[in-house]
């Protein structure tokens, strides 16, 4: 099982001298082509519920389409990293979304959102807005505030999408969900409660927290140069640094009450990705004053699994990314090399397990397509096309 693999995989070797791991992590761009081949080789174009294996969470979002664990995320990152297009996946795709099953989410992360915008950039755009209007034709406007599921992932999707084809309605739609966020953010600040009311209840981060809205209003300042929109930013990314503590060595993580978290989907560093974002427009002493915990979250030696939510592929992500002052290159390295502990053989291929190291994953989410993004962003040549988080590309450097 892929557990018995992970353990063997932290022992490095398989006891007779030999390598356990068919490629190291770091050994670019090799890494890259084996867990390519172990994602082309884990597919099951005739299974109508899943294409790739990955985390149960797939069963509960349309049928294995979406991009967080789904066929969609994947393609991307096969895309994205230069590991060359799957097409008897695109096909797979496009046959499962002619229509959809009947209550597939609407979302970025979980739903039609992020197959729509994953379909436009392999070229299939007469589909994704296909897709884009289904989405506009339910209560969209109802979703939650986030990036994952909610308001902020379709708005960024209408944004991106306008640019892409030129359709203005689309503009507008992305326009509104901006003004609903910022109606929402309004009424928490003003909220009886005050700095209790928040704009996405109990939760923080880029995935469910108040910084997915940060990265939508931030997205659209930097296309229409109204200040107003990152100020707007600004205010949410406060609401979820209010949320994070710091521990006895001065790394700042989100406090859930019952644990601290560091990782990109529900913790600190997720909330430093769209903070260093945020820098490269305007000048900020608090937010400057955080950066050095946020990144002291991302240098840690032991994370429980590879994933790139949930563990130390988001890690690598954000280390490959920040802008931070004086960040030595030594502690991305050691990430990296870190990976290495998870990683399991599929088929002779570098391929890594999903939450709790409990079985295979090839998704975006939690498995082998998230830890090749995160290696992609950390390892590609600077020639090479920019690898990067949608939404979240590459910054540049000072």
Same mark, same amino acid.
């Given at each position: 099982?892929?557990?018995?693999?992970?353990?063997?995989?932290?022992?490095?070797?398989?006891?007779?001298?030999?390598?356990?791991?068919?490629?190291?992590?770091?050994?670019?761009?090799?890494?890259?082509?084996?867990?390519?081949?172990?994602?082309?080789?884990?597919?099951?174009?005739?299974?109508?519920?899943?294409?790739?294996?990955?985390?149960?969470?797939?069963?509960?979002? *349309?049928?294995? !389409? =979406?991009?967080?664990? $789904?066929? #969609? @995320? &994947?393609?991307? %990152? /096969?895309?994205?990293? +230069?590991?060359?297009?799957?097409?008897?996946?695109?096909?797979?795709?496009?046959?499962?979304?002619?229509?959809?099953?009947? *209550?597939?989410? !609407? =979302?970025?992360?979980? $739903?039609? #959102? @992020? &197959?729509?915008? %994953? /379909?436009?950039?392999? +070229?299939?755009?007469?589909?994704?807005?296909?897709?884009?209007?289904?989405?506009?034709?339910?209560?969209?406007?109802?979703?939650?505030?986030? !990036?994952?599921?909610?308001?902020?992932?379709? @708005?960024?999707?209408?944004?991106?999408?306008?640019?892409?084809?030129?359709?203005?309605?689309?503009?507008?739609?992305?326009?509104?969900?901006?003004?609903?966020?910022?109606?929402?953010?309004?009424?928490?600040?003003?909220?009886?409660?005050?700095? @209790?009311?928040?704009?996405?209840?109990?939760?923080?981060?880029?995935?469910?927290?108040?910084?997915?809205?940060?990265?939508?209003?931030?997205?659209?300042?930097?296309?229409?140069?109204?200040?107003?929109?990152?100020?707007?930013?600004?205010?949410?990314?406060?609401?979820?640094?209010?949320?994070?503590?710091?521990?006895?060595?001065?790394?700042?993580?989100?406090?859930?009450?019952?644990?601290?978290?560091?990782?990109?989907?529900?913790?600190?560093?997720?909330?430093?990705?769209?903070?260093?974002?945020?820098?490269?427009?305007?000048?900020?002493?608090?937010?400057?004053?955080?950066?050095?915990?946020?990144?002291?979250?991302?240098?840690?030696?032991?994370?429980?699994?590879?994933?790139?939510?949930?563990?130390?592929?988001?890690?690598?992500?954000?280390?490959?990314?920040?802008?931070?002052?004086?960040?030595?290159?030594?502690?991305?390295?050691?990430?990296?090399?870190?990976?290495?502990?998870?990683?399991?053989?599929?088929?002779?291929?570098?391929?890594?397990?999903?939450?709790?190291?409990?079985?295979?994953?090839?998704?975006?989410?939690?498995?082998?397509?998230?830890?090749?993004?995160?290696?992609?962003?950390?390892?590609?040549?600077?020639?090479?096309?920019?690898?990067?988080?949608?939404?979240?590309?590459?910054?540049?450097?000072?």
């Amino acid at each position: 099982t892929a557990a018995t693999a992970g353990t063997a995989a932290t022992a490095g070797t398989t006891g007779r001298g030999g390598s356990y791991v068919p490629v190291d992590p770091a050994d670019w761009p090799r890494s890259r082509d084996s867990m390519a081949r172990a994602i082309r080789a884990s597919a099951t174009p005739e299974r109508d519920d899943r294409l790739f294996p990955g985390d149960i969470g797939q069963f509960a979002d *349309g049928g294995g !389409l =979406g991009v967080a664990h $789904g066929a #969609a @995320g &994947v393609l991307h %990152v /096969l895309d994205q990293t +230069g590991a060359g297009r799957f097409e008897a996946g695109e096909e797979w795709l496009l046959k499962h979304t002619a229509p959809p099953p009947r *209550g597939t989410p !609407l =979302g970025f992360y979980d $739903g039609l #959102a @992020g &197959v729509a915008y %994953v /379909l436009e950039r392999l +070229g299939h755009t007469e589909r994704a807005l296909e897709l884009i209007e289904r989405v506009l034709d339910e209560k969209w406007q109802r979703l939650a505030p986030d !990036l994952h599921g909610g308001l902020a992932g379709v @708005g960024l999707t209408l944004d991106h999408l306008a640019r892409a084809t030129g359709e203005t309605g689309l503009r507008e739609r992305a326009d509104e969900a901006a003004r609903l966020l910022a109606d929402r953010l309004g009424g928490a600040a003003g909220a009886a409660g005050g700095a @209790g009311a928040r704009l996405t209840g109990k939760r923080a981060g880029l995935l469910h927290g108040a910084t997915g809205p940060a990265l939508l209003f931030l997205r659209l300042y930097e296309h229409s140069g109204d200040p107003a929109l990152l100020d707007l930013a600004a205010t949410a990314l406060r609401q979820d640094l209010d949320r994070c503590v710091r521990d006895r060595h001065g790394t700042l993580l989100v406090d859930e009450g019952f644990r601290t978290m560091p990782y990109l989907g529900a913790g600190s560093v997720g909330i430093g990705t769209v903070l260093d974002s945020w820098l490269a427009h305007r000048a900020d002493d608090d937010f400057e004053a955080v950066r050095g915990g946020i990144a002291a979250a991302a240098s840690l030696r032991y994370y429980a699994q590879p994933g790139l939510f949930n563990g130390r592929a988001g890690m690598v992500l954000h280390l490959a990314r920040t802008t931070t002052p004086d960040l030595a290159p030594e502690r991305l390295a050691a990430q990296i090399a870190g990976l290495g502990w998870y990683a399991v053989p599929y088929q002779g291929q570098l391929a890594f397990p999903g939450e709790q190291m409990m079985r295979l994953s090839m998704d975006l989410a939690t498995g082998t397509a998230g830890c090749l993004l995160a290696l992609g962003a950390a390892c590609a040549p600077p020639h090479a096309e920019p690898v990067g988080l949608p939404f979240l590309p590459p910054l540049r450097r000072p």
